[in-house]
């Protein structure tokens, strides 16, 4: 039987561009280009390696997000994914983690699937909760933070490594898996690769589609609400120790004075 | 000004080759430098990509393309990305073109896969110690001898000469009739071919990352079913490649002056003098002001070149006239680039010194501006 997999992906901000913010303080997304966050191609890649290893398995990618997120799908795609789930909806405007978890977990239910891949966190929120949550709706196990993992006769496994220890977990699917930085670079989308994604079908859906109220997303009903944005203050010139003699110390009460020690 | 020349599928290609360079290549340019070449695992990675394969046909596993519009995209961003990849570069767009040209049926399929996943490179061996413009005058010989010929002579200047697995190189074959342009022909020379020696690999002023060999050859017994194309018509063929060659050397121009323009833009906002910033200078906007028009004029010229080589409408003089322009305005604009950041521009740290260097070398290779001039005047009716 085909397993169906499905990553999770994020269209963000370019991380090496400007922040801005819209009046209502979301992130201005006309201001700088998008693209597929980074971290979620360590997921992409880990479904390809998991995909190329399985007899049978498809895999769907699927987005919340504006128009311009096509581009994430597509590139993942062109990376090899089998096909695209794009969730787009005016309403959607502004929705927190909560909001955003729902659409997925009923868009993962409405393509169907055994494995969900989400990446560690995204680039630009970088709340890192989303798989958990995810998990928590869909009623799966959940492995999240996962530096390696492998699927075999519908048990995935893999290892998480923390600060002090390195656990081995295993769950039965279907269940909700992260990747973290460390699982493996991922693949850059090939020429052939992008030719054959103009191909692939990438379909999209509205909130009534995957069976969501307005009331239920958007910014309106977020659980946060951001009261401020400031842009970071420009850089200032550091402070030179001219050593006289007394440079230690001197050096010492600086970093006293900041409570750096 | 915005480009008309691209789709979206060459954006996403661009996206691509702009990660891998950023990642893979840019990083790496000093540890290359310092080694006076790149190591030859980077073209399997960028077959991997889907470079290597563009023009090669897909019954070998390439991608089929007819167009030079994706090997601009690669060179250039090589070129935004401020490295360089000389033996890569002489490869796809001075080489294999001939391979695609005149290989027939039995060196397609002995050749054409390995091209494409990046298993064989070429380069090209014309010039000689003695002869550079003067192609006719080469001295390097290959003569008739039962099934093979033997390859006689030296040649210098070899971009990708050390990693190179196949050379093309140009020898007389006969010396008959009074044209010197007859009885050059075009024998492929494989790695570990006796007699076949490469020399030392040249230290250069700039493009130090890429390899430039001598190479030799003593009594190297090449197969006759090794010549490309017809024997004693080489010079022809020389000359009806020569358009891409040089529109292949004008992007690279482009790009690295595009790289140029924007590493002195970065500095000149952050660099303080007489406690301003250099960019609140008038001086300084003025002479950027001059190199972003000079670059304009130079991409127009390019892009249009780029489509005429498509539909095949290029002329000879016309891509003279192109590499003219672009690489003696690359030569104004990085020197004028390299004038802003001061003395750290002439620091080798500064990637735009770098620049500086390996520009030098593009109103020679390819055809110096001297000989752009002969090919252009020629086509004046003078
Ligand atoms: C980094 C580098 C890489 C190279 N890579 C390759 C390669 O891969 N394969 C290859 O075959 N060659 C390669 N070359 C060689 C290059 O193509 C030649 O150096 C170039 O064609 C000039 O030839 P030359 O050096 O013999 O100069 P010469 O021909 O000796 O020229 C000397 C001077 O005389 C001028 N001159 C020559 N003829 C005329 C004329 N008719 N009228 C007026 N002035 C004239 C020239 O413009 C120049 O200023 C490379 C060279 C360099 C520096």
């Known amino acids: 039987m085909t397993m169906r997999i499905v990553v999770c992906v994020k269209y963000v901000p370019d991380a090496t561009g400007d922040r801005y913010f819209a009046d209502d303080l979301t992130t201005d997304r006309e201001a700088v280009d998008g693209l597929l ?10 479904a390809l390696q998991i995909a190329e290893a399985a007899d049978d398995a498809e895999i769907t990618v699927l987005t919340v997000g504006p128009e311009d997120a096509k581009d994430a799908l597509r590139k993942a795609l062109s990376m090899g994914a089998d096909k695209a789930l794009h969730v787009e909806d005016d309403a959607l405007h502004g929705t927190d983690v909560l909001g955003t978890s729902l659409v997925l977990a009923k868009a993962v239910e409405h393509t169907g699937y055994d494995l969900v891949l989400c990446g560690m966190a995204s680039t630009d929120g970088g709340m890192g909760v989303l798989p958990a949550i995810l998990a928590e709706r869909l009623g799966v196990p959940q492995m999240t933070l996962l530096s390696e993992l492998a699927v075999q006769d519908g048990v995935v496994t893999g290892r998480r490594d ?27 989308p090939s020429f052939k690769g992008i030719m054959a994604a103009k191909k692939k079908p990438l379909e999209s859906l509205d909130l009534s589609d995957v069976g969501i109220e307005e009331d239920q997303v958007g910014l309106e009903n977020a659980w946060t609400t951001v009261l401020e944005a400031t842009k970071r203050p420009a850089r200032t010139a550091g402070t030179i120790v001219n050593d006289e003699g007394e440079g230690g110390k001197q050096l010492a009460a600086y970093l006293a004075d900041g409570r750096f020690v | 000004m915005e480009r008309n020349l691209f789709d979206e599928q060459h954006d996403a290609f661009r996206a691509t080759v702009r990660q891998f360079m950023a990642k893979e290549v840019a990083p790496h340019m000093p540890e290359w430098e310092a080694a006076g070449m790149v190591p030859r695992e980077l073209f399997k990675k960028t077959a991997q990509i ?23 995209i690669v060179f250039e961003e090589i070129g935004y990305a401020a490295a360089s990849l000389g033996g890569l570069q002489v490869h796809l767009n001075t080489v294999l073109p001939y391979f695609l040209e005149y ?24 010039t000689e110690p003695g002869t550079g413009s003067d192609l006719a005058g080469m001295t390097t010989t290959a003569v008739r001898d039962g099934d093979d010929y033997i390859l006689n002579g030296a040649k210098t200047f070899i971009t990708g000469g050390i990693n190179a697995d196949l050379v093309i190189v140009v020898a ?17 020379v494989e790695a570990g071919m006796e007699g076949f020696v490469r020399g030392r690999n040249l230290e250069k002023l700039g493009l130090k990352s890429s390899d430039t060999a001598e190479l030799l050859f003593d009594q190297v017994r090449v197969p006759a079913r090794n010549v490309l194309g017809a024997e004693g018509g080489a010079f022809a ?11 292949s050397i004008s992007i690279t121009a482009q790009a690295t002056a595009t790289a140029a323009l924007n590493l002195a833009i970065d ?30 004029a130079a991409q127009a010229l390019i892009d249009r070149a780029i489509l005429a080589l498509d539909t095949g409408t290029l002329t000879p003089a016309d891509a003279a006239k192109v590499k003219l322009f672009a690489t003696e305005t690359q030569a104004r604009v990085i020197d004028r680039c390299l004038q802003l950041h001061g003395g750290y521009g002439y620091m080798r740290e500064y990637p735009i010194s770098r620049l500086y260097a390996d520009a030098r070398v593009t109103r020679i290779f390819g055809g110096t501006s001297e000989v752009m001039k002969s090919v252009i005047s020629k086509s004046l009716a003078l």
């Open chain 1, 162 to 188: 923390g600060d002090s220890a390195s656990e081995e977990l295993r769950a039965v699917l279907p269940a909700v898996v992260s990747v973290t930085d460390q699982s493996g670079e991922a693949r850059y």
């Open chain 2, 172 to 188: 007389r074959t006969s010396r008959d009739g009074d044209n010197r342009r007859d009885g050059l022909s075009l024998l492929v």
């Open chain 2, 237 to 247: 063929m020389l000359t009806s490649n020569l358009a891409q060659e040089r529109l």
């Open chain 2, 50 to 72: 889907g470079i290597n394969g563009l023009q090669v046909p897909e019954a070998f596993g390439g991608a089929g393309v007819d167009s030079f519009l994706l090997n601009a």
């Open chain 2, 267 to 296: 500095y000149v906002r952050e660099r303080k003098v007489f406690g301003r910033r250099v960019a609140d200078f008038q001086n300084t906007k003025f002479v950027l002001a001059d190199c972003a028009t000079e670059l304009e």
């Open chain 2, 103 to 126: 290989a027939n049926d039995e060196q397609k399929s002995r050749w054409f896969p390995g091209f494409a996943d990046g298993d064989l490179i070429a380069s090209i061996a014309m």
């Open chain 1, 37 to 46: 966050s980074e971290l979620d191609e360590y997921a992409v890649e880990q």
